[in-house]
């Protein structure tokens, strides 16, 4: 069975810390670069962070920059994203999606698989 499975969400006061994951099954994620995408109540889904495939260049949007890395082990087929200092507005739901090519605008083309969604939740 083809799928992502995003794990790590959680409760979290503000300046805190979290590390998401995102491990693939049923295909290999070294093939494809992958996004993390996040939606908050009442608004649209927006792009957080991607990897690239092909070089491992990493992308993220200008209001977690400095904050939150990305990374892959392609050995456990699984990316991570790295959140300190964490604020209320990261509150989300944050997905993984594997695709072809991440964008600078936080765009990641031909996406073919959207994992189910890790709550994440910075108190004040």
């Known amino acids: 069975q083809v799928q992502l499975v995003e794990s790590g969400g959680g409760l979290v006061q503000s300046g805190g810390s979290l590390r998401l994951s995102c491990a693939a099954s049923?295909?290999?994620?070294?093939?494809?670069?992958m996004g993390w995408f996040r939606q908050a109540p009442g608004k649209e889904r927006e792009g957080v962070s991607c990897?690239?495939?092909?070089?491992?260049?990493?992308y993220f949007a200008d209001s977690v920059k400095g904050r939150f890395t990305v990374s892959r082990d392609n050995a456990k087929n699984t990316v991570y994203l790295q959140m300190n200092s964490l604020k209320p507005e990261d509150t989300a739901v944050y997905y993984c999606?594997?695709?072809?090519?991440?964008?600078?605008?936080?765009?990641?083309?031909?996406?073919?698989?959207w994992g189910q969604g890790t709550q994440v939740t910075v108190s004040s």
């Open positions: 990897i690239s495939s092909s070089d491992g260049s990493t």
């Open positions: 999606a594997a695709g072809g090519v991440c964008l600078t605008n936080m765009v990641l083309t031909s996406v073919y698989n």
């Open positions: 049923g295909f290999s994620l070294e093939s494809y670069s």
